[in-house]
């Protein structure tokens, strides 16, 4: 379909749910009240690593108010997990991080539940701690997982440990090429462990029915998977747990449980209920949040490249250390990530990469925003500059060289079908004035690029329901955290049917009755539920077209929908109403539903015969740090992306300004402080400082069109790849500015004068 | 203890009963069940349980409840009229600074009561205003927008 033929796609109408939202009767998670409801709370491991030696529990169950308390001893003993299933809801026999459960109480108010938690007695044997990654796989390291093997692909005389996962990239005969090369480069980058802090505290909610069956409300991003996770800790079957979605303030990749081994509280409460005979619902306190729910993990990198004179990338070889956290999470998925796109998004003949995703005594690593992407691209991206500093070439001109074209392949990608990684640089590099712009003393100007790919994984459905008025209903399996079901979905049933975006409603999730899905997680939410709505829409309107037909005496083919009128092409005075063939359908097909769904099988053989159509962005800052404070302030950020055809241009760009704000504030202050005893020293929010509207550039964004997507009408998804060059665009500026590369994140004030002060420039 | 609060909530005289320790969030939104008002980090640090309290924008969350007595509140259910938004609230919603929406109902309040001190708010006006608000989701960019387009209304100037 041509963009002319577009009426609703590409524009920005208000979102889906807006009104609710800014009169303050949005319904979020928080806001549930269960008729009778108890207050669930979660006792947490006060030690990183230790053995549970005892726990008892009698002196919190005689608090008048009490009504139950569980221990690992209550709950079936089955181990979850997404990679490995290494994990209980309750910690049997070991707790592995600060924040891990090991109780939990239903009491009759917040405050008696709290005062439950103080009386259960715990005895621990400490045990000592793995902090870093790269440590812990050493002999010497403590064990994290006694019973978990280490992945077959390494060798059993490799003295490692502690190890989840392990992922390669291995391209070509990297050895030789880079003794060959002209120049070698080899450096090593770290970044540390931030938390995505949506603003909505994670809950649960649970209730037993009378019938047997737990109704669950969660403001998690993956409803179906919660269900998965929630009936087999349980031992309940699927069609016994129905799990209802509140709306999600934020979520990030955060909330994703369900899809990794993160917090749990879904079945902790579901137990609670259970126990209690009564509805319970869990509130986080934001501090509990921080040291006890999934993160964007840290990752240390080697990274070593080698490049001919003229600038052409011959090889490069590297390491990667991603913290897996206590259990294996979401890491083993973003550690392989982190491996791939260590090789970059660059030509790269040769390559030669190991990386491994380490147990450590800290908090589970998420999906959250770009997994392992963001920490691969301040290596690379910063990497790039290095080079090029020691080749005396610009680092524009050296990135262009070393851009693939349609066809090429890249690490991890066998085949780009359009490539606008040179489009995105050249804009970037003319919007920021590159080589123009007169930047005064301590000023530097800083470039950094990214790709992300809509990540492998299940499909999801969509159906379309055409209401007796013409007014649509639509479910998907996908929730509302600010992304596509109150934005893009509704303009492309829309668009497809005929009707105003205003017509059409998009239900929050509920097991019982939405199409599966896989979670609202991975840049996917345009790819499998904008597909399948779109597909589902075009079956509705093939039905209606077939009813309508013998009524106009006119071929399907040749009618089409306009404001809710069924028409023949270029015969508009033959019409009939859409609420007219929608009711009568009662008559004839019973309702207009349409089904459609994202098939993943067929979008990976696509990409395998014409070549992956994924985004590029390239990001380029112009910042002045203050030698006396080591302070950098963002003085232009602009950031230029393909996201192929946007559905709802305004949502894109706030998918985009928001992601880069969240890397934005990795790169200048955020980080999950920890002490040698694997304590978080900066759990609230007058600690684990993010950016406020004070340190923030107005990020400029431009959208590059012409490289459609393998979503609907072209789309791509948009909401984690402005997470990844954001850290080295501004480390780059940095050393434009000062000479000094600082390799170690946060760019933070301290560590920028430490490192001013160690090159004595300060 | 428990106190008797008698307060006036967006022009409506209210009552309710309260700890001494209790926060005026958790009394607007457990007792009052004025849910609008969001919780988040009850440290003061977010903005998210901004409420108008006297005339002046404040966290509900690091103030009492006994300190309603008397007081006159404001919250995010009090800005429209009827079914017509207030022109702050238009302009979140038109300029598409509402992702999550979370942030919103504080926002909405920190940006009413700058604009009703001001409908010329500057650069850095606007940054004080807002700077104990965080949005995790826009970025700022649409969040800004909105607060030119809501002033321009209110001016008359769009």
């Known amino acids: ?762 | 203890m428990s106190l008797t609060i008698n307060t006036t909530i967006n022009g409506k005289s209210v009552s309710g009963s309260a700890e001494t320790s209790t926060s005026l969030l958790d009394f607007l939104r457990d007792t009052l069940e004025y849910k609008g008002t969001k919780l988040c980090c009850n440290t003061g640090e977010c903005g998210a349980c901004t409420i108008i309290y006297n005339g002046m924008p404040i966290n509900s969350c690091v103030t009492m409840a006994a300190d309603a007595i008397g007081a006159e509140i404001t919250t995010i259910e009090g800005l429209a009229d009827g079914d017509k938004l207030h022109p702050v609230q238009q302009a979140f919603i038109d300029t598409g600074a509402v992702q999550c929406g979370y942030c919103t109902p504080g926002y909405i309040i920190s940006v009413k009561a700058l604009l009703d001190r001001t409908t010329k708010p500057t650069a850095e006006d606007i940054e004080e205003a807002v700077s104990g608000n965080i949005c995790r989701c826009t970025g700022y960019n649409k969040i800004v927008d909105a607060i030119h387009l809501a002033a321009d209304r209110i001016a008359g100037r769009a």
């Not at chain 1, 309750?90 to 109480?105: E, H, I, N, T």
């Not at chain 1, 970037?428 to 992300?452: D, F, M, P, R």
């Not at chain 1, 790169?667 to 993010?690: H, I, K, W």
């Open chain 1, 1 to 762: 379909m041509a963009k002319a033929e577009f009426k609703i796609i590409g524009t920005s109408p208000a979102r889906m749910g807006g009104v609710e939202r800014v009169v303050g009767k949005g319904v979020y998670g928080i806001d549930l009240m269960l008729k009778d409801q108890l207050h669930g709370a979660i006792l947490r491991s006060q030690y990183a690593h230790a053995k549970v030696v005892s726990i008892d529990t009698s002196e919190a169950k005689k608090i008048p108010g009490v009504h139950t308390v569980v221990t690992a001893a209550d709950a079936p003993n089955v181990r979850f997990g997404r990679s490995y299933f290494d994990r209980h809801i309750l910690a049997r026999d070991k707790v592995r991080f600060m924040g891990d459960p090991v109780a939990a109480v239903a009491a009759e108010s917040p405050a008696i539940a709290k005062q439950a938690l103080k009386k259960i007695k715990v005895v621990y044997e400490p045990l000592p701690v793995a902090i870093d990654p790269e440590e812990a796989t050493k002999p010497e390291a403590p064990t994290l997982h006694e019973d978990m093997p280490l992945p077959k692909s390494i060798p059993a005389d490799a003295k490692l440990k502690n190890i989840c996962g392990h992922a390669v990239a291995h391209v070509g005969d990297a050895e030789k090429a880079m003794a060959e090369a002209d120049v070698v480069v080899e450096e090593v980058y770290e970044t540390k462990m931030i938390h995505p802090q949506y603003l909505e505290p994670r809950i649960a909610a649970a209730q037993m029915e009378p019938n047997g069956r737990l109704t669950v409300w969660a403001n998690a991003q993956a409803p179906f998977p919660v269900r998965q996770e929630t009936a087999k800790t349980l031992g309940l079957s699927l069609n016994n747990v129905r799990v209802i979605s509140a709306g999600l303030g934020g979520g990030f990749g955060g909330k994703g449980s369900g899809i990794t081994s993160g917090a749990a509280i879904e079945p902790i409460c579901g137990l609670l209920a259970i126990k209690a005979k009564r509805p319970v619902m869990i509130v986080l306190d934001k501090a509990e949040e921080t040291i006890s729910t999934t993160i964007r993990a840290g990752a240390k990198m080697y990274i070593k490249t080698g490049v001919k004179k003229d600038g052409t990338i011959v090889a490069r070889t590297g390491k990667v250390f991603y913290d897996a956290g206590g259990y294996s999470g979401f890491g083993v998925q973003a550690g392989g990530r982190c491996t791939n796109m260590l090789g970059g998004w660059y030509l790269m003949p040769n390559c030669h990469i190991d990386g491994y995703t380490v147990y450590t005594n800290k908090q589970v690593c998420g999906p959250v925003r770009g997994p392992g992407g963001p920490q691969a691209a301040f290596a690379v991206e910063s990497h790039m500059d290095s080079i090029a500093a020691k080749l005396g070439m610009d680092p524009v001109e050296f990135r262009l060289k070393n851009t693939p074209k349609p066809g090429d392949k890249i690490v991890g990608v066998p085949k780009l079908r359009d490539v606008s990684l040179g489009e995105t640089i050249r804009i970037a590099k003319e919007k920021i004035g590159w080589g123009k712009v007169k930047l005064e003393k301590n000023q530097g100007v800083g470039i950094a690029t990214g790709s992300w790919i809509e990540s492998a994984g299940p499909g999801g459905g969509a159906i379309v329901k055409v209401n007796e008025d013409g007014s649509v209903t639509v479910h998907i399996g996908k929730i509302d955290m600010g992304t596509i079901p109150g934005f893009g979905i509704p303009m492309i049933v829309a668009e497809e049917l005929g009707v105003p975006v205003e017509d059409v409603t998009v239900v929050n999730v509920d097991t019982d009755a939405s199409p599966w899905d896989a979670g609202t997680v991975g840049s996917r939410g345009i790819l499998v539920s904008g597909t399948a709505s779109r597909l589902a829409a075009i079956d509705a309107r093939n039905q209606i077209f077939k009813m309508a037909a013998s009524q106009l005496e006119a071929s399907p083919d040749d009618l089409e929908i306009v404001d809710k009128q069924i028409r023949v092409k270029g015969t508009p005075a033959k019409a009939v109403a859409l609420a007219t063939i929608a009711t009568n359908a009662h008559n004839v097909i019973g309702e207009v539903i349409g089904r459609g769904y994202f098939d993943n099988v067929a979008a990976v053989a696509e990409e395998k015969q014409h070549g992956s159509s994924q985004p590029f962005t390239a990001h380029a800052c112009i910042v002045e740090v203050n030698p006396d404070t080591g302070n950098v302030k963002i003085l232009k950020y602009v950031a230029v992306h393909d996201i192929g055809q946007p559905i709802h241009k305004a949502a894109v760009e706030g998918q985009i300004e928001g992601a880069a704000a969240m890397s934005i504030g990795q790169a200048l202050c955020e980080q999950v402080v920890f002490d040698t005893n694997g304590r978080t020293m900066n759990p609230s929010f007058v600690d684990y400082l993010m950016p406020t509207i004070n340190m923030m550039p107005r990020i400029e964004t431009t959208l590059v069109s012409g490289y459609p997507g393998a979503g609907p009408y072209g789309a791509k998804g948009a909401g984690e790849i402005a997470c990844v060059p954001p850290m080295a665009a501004i480390a780059n500026a940095i050393y434009n500015a000062t000479g000094v590369r600082i390799k170690t994140l946060p760019l933070s004030p301290e560590n920028v004068l430490r490192a001013l002060k160690e090159a004595g420039k300060a």
